[in-house]
């Protein structure tokens, strides 16, 4: 090969580029064949990949071998030397390929006058994919360089092949997905729940990205077409937000505004006109100018700026169809909607187009891009709507008329499920609405072991107080986490202190002989504020929670000030710092509380009102507070310990990173004996604790936690009534010998088996076992 490092890695990229793009795998593969032969200036370039069910290696294509032996040539996994790379999961580098004792001869090949062989395996997350290989005639090893570029390509094409894989493009029958096979696809947890429906995909007939770009010479036909379908889109946003009023919060319906911002934007129109006086169609003028603009804002870092792609995207395929219904005389929109429960699938899930769907029938959600950070997940879990978001391996004409089973918690969804798993998953469904309605009829009940410990249960909010206690208990009930994040992160400015005070104060009135306790603006890290962009090479230790509003005093002082404002005449409000891993954040933020407190005081003496001292509380979700205890325990009131970060931070391990997300995990014995050591020490220094990560409103996590001491648990609404049974079908005692177990154990594995066990005993089994 030529050149130096320089050239290697823009050959590399170039031929990863190219081969991406091409759409269907075999092509792909015969592409990446014949560019790797002509860059390396070898005699073949071959691929093999795995076939698991017959254990064996395929020939899938070859620049340089026989042609026609692609797909004939089936190599056992441990036959031959493609067995042996396979087998070893690591190159093999031979001058003489016939002299290898593992040598195998296919004549089909054809491969007689090849002597050197380079083959190195395909992996993605640990599996082995394929292998490919270089042959020359020549008698030589081939060179490091070699060795390492083969390695670093494989690398790199094994995420697609992985993908083609999921898409079930690999059959050999078809090279393209076959209906009736069952599928299981990976996703994230969007939505909590499981649902069951046929897969329905709102705009599978047109849109930008399959729209085909055409020339026209009528210009001003064309223009017109786009501007009626620009305000036929207007109408049907405004009808869309109007149809949401009620159903989710204001903040949620805030989104909207986006979209009557980039409707108004004078340059998209601009733009597109512009396109159409060169010559182009209307719909191929908005495809021209929309996925140039959609590709400015995916190649952008920010995650929110990324969103925004998706947005302008959703956006114009609703134009599209607009300026179609134009073009055509008729609505393009109406396709045949099953009458059903579906899941609804789109390559981006966006907030119209939950708004758009009948609720009767949406059992669930899959969102091909997005997170679970992205507005469409804010808004299924705002409706109650099982959702699972970036499901990257599919694509929604895959889905779409597919029966589709959806488990929310897991982030998994199986397509054209096996009789038998059909049937599980149904039962699993009917076993979910009679515990579920069987608990609801004892969710008054006090929440007491069987030996009469009293646990005291409180809920996780942020979304709206009214969405999410609704569900939970008849009467009012404490907040043990207020996320003031969200209503940030839906807004384009910082809000005011007046609209902080309206939304606060509606918080506090919720439950106004309970404890509330409200969290200052915890954004950086996963949690980006679109208006005050944070770029960081590593978010979750850089500029978050604490460390970003003390630097930013004014915009702390403001939400404190608006607290207090909010709780003038109540008793209820606690103020929670997160993100504290010094003694000194805890000093300069109770410095400013006091401030704002003497203010707001003031405030109150001139109107006769009476203002509480609120009290202040700490998150313990950085591992050096473990150590600072006994010292912070004098410096506030309360605890309240954030596992899904203490998590984070203790094992080292990004809460967000799907690639190391089976490393995640609270039931980890170090946790637990994280959690258990707060515990102690809180008790020790005589300060309230409690505890608000996800690990509190799982069955298992509340008896553990149960166990160690903890008497206060807050939990997302939708857990209270299941962990309010589990605790009361479940003994103090025994709930400390679990602990014992987890605790020694080895693995969280270990600690889940112990947990199942018990649970099973107290005949709690269905609330854990597998998918239930
Ligand atoms: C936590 O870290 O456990 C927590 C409750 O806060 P968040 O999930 O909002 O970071
Ligand atoms: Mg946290």
Avoid at 486 to 509: A, C, G, N, T, W
């Amino acid at each position: 090969m030529q050149g130096g490092k320089g050239s290697i890695l823009t050959v590399l990229k170039s031929i990863v580029q190219e081969v991406n793009q091409i759409p269907r795998l075999t092509d792909a593969l015969f592409r990446l064949a014949a560019r790797v032969k002509e860059t390396m200036q070898v005699d073949s370039c071959s691929i093999y990949l795995a076939d698991y069910t017959h254990q064996e290696f395929i020939l899938k294509a070859t620049d340089g071998l026989a042609r026609d032996a692609v797909e004939r040539v089936k190599i056992g996994f441990s036959e031959g030397l493609i067995g042996l790379v396979g087998q070893r999961e690591e190159p093999l580098n031979i001058e003489n390929a016939h002299q290898h004792p593992r040598f195998k001869h296919y004549p089909e090949v054809k491969e007689e006058h090849y002597n050197a062989f380079l083959g190195t395996p395909i992996i993605h997350q640990r599996k082995v994919l394929g292998v490919i290989t270089m042959q020359q005639s020549a008698m030589r090893k081939f060179s490091e360089d070699e060795e390492a570029f083969l390695v670093t390509l494989a690398a790199q094409i094994a995420l697609e092949i992985s993908n083609a894989e999921t898409r079930g493009a690999l059959n050999p029958h078809a090279g393209m997905y076959v209906g009736n096979m069952q599928k299981n696809v990976r996703g994230v947890p969007g939505s909590p729940g499981l649902a069951m429906g046929v897969g329905y995909s709102p705009h599978a007939a047109y849109t930008l990205k399959t729209w085909v770009v055409k020339q026209s010479t009528n210009n001003q036909r064309e223009i017109d077409f786009y501007r009626k379908g620009v305000e036929a889109t207007r109408a049907q946003v405004e009808v869309l937000s109007d149809r949401l009023e009620g159903q989710v919060p204001d903040d949620v319906r805030a989104i909207f505004q986006l979209y009557h911002q980039l409707l108004d934007a004078n340059s998209l129109g601009r733009e597109v006109e512009a396109k159409i006086r060169e010559g182009w169609d209307a719909a191929s003028s908005l495809k021209l100018v929309v996925e140039a603009y959609a590709a400015r804002f995916e190649a952008m870092e920010d995650p929110y700026m990324q969103e925004r792609a998706i947005d302008i995207v959703d956006l114009s395929n609703r134009i599209l169809l607009n300026i179609l219904s134009e073009v055509k005389g008729k609505s393009v929109f109406e396709r045949d909607r099953p009458q059903q429960p579906c899941i609804l699938v789109a390559e981006e899930v966006s907030a119209p187009m939950l708004a758009e769907f009948p609720k009767a029938i949406l059992a669930g959600i899959i969102s091909i891009k997005g997170s679970n950070n992205s507005h469409a997940a804010i808004l299924a879990r705002a409706m109650g709507v099982p959702a699972v978001m970036g499901c990257q391996n599919v694509s929604p004409t895959l889905l779409e008329h597919k029966e589709i089973l959806l488990d929310g918690y897991a982030g998994e969804v199986i397509v054209s499920p096996e009789k038998a798993i059909r049937a599980e998953f149904s039962q699993l469904i009917e076993e979910e609405r009679l515990l579920s309605v069987r608990i609801d009829s004892e969710a008054d009940k006090a929440c007491e072991t069987l030996d009469g410990c009293e646990i005291s249960l409180m809920v996780n909010a942020g979304l709206s107080t009214e969405l999410e206690t609704a569900t939970t208990s008849s009467k009012p009930i404490g907040i043990g986490l207020y996320r003031t994040e969200i209503p940030f992160m839906l807004r384009e400015r910082f809000p005011s202190e007046s609209e902080q005070v309206v939304l606060y104060r509606k918080i506090l009135e919720s439950a106004p002989d309970s404890e509330i306790a409200m969290r200052t603006l915890d954004v950086g890290g996963d949690k980006p504020l679109p208006y005050f962009p944070i770029t960081e090479e590593n978010p979750f230790l850089g500029w978050r929670g604490i460390r970003l509003t003390l630097d930013h005093p004014e915009i702390f002082l403001v939400q404190i000030r608006a607290m207090l404002r909010a709780s003038i005449g109540l008793k209820n409000l606690s103020i929670m710092l997160p993100m504290i891993s010094s003694v000194a954040e805890v000093n300069e933020a109770r410095r400013l509380v006091e401030q704002a407190f003497f203010e707001v005081e003031e405030e109150a003496r001139h109107q006769g009102v009476t203002l509480y001292r609120p009290r202040l509380g700490i998150m313990l979700e950085v591992p050096s507070v473990l150590y600072q205890l006994p010292q912070l325990a004098k410096k506030v009131d309360f605890f309240s310990v954030g596992s899904n970060d203490l998590t984070q931070y203790l094992l080292a391990v990004d809460r967000n990173n799907s690639r190391v997300a089976s490393l995640y995990n609270t039931y980890h014995p170090a946790v637990l004996s994280a959690l258990f050591d707060i515990v102690k020490q809180a008790d020790q220094h005589h300060v309230p604790v409690s505890i608000c990560g996800e690990i509190a409103g799982e069955p298992g996590g509340a008896v553990l936690l149960m166990g160690m001491g903890y008497r206060k648990l807050s939990m997302n609404a939708f857990n209270l009534r299941k962990i309010n049974w589990v605790i009361r079908n479940v003994n103090l005692s025994e709930a400390q010998a679990l602990l014992s177990r987890a605790l020694t154990s080895d693995s969280y594995e270990e600690v889940y088996h112990h947990i199942n066990q018990y649970l099973e005993k107290r005949g709690l089994g269905g609330l854990v076992r597998a998918g239930s």
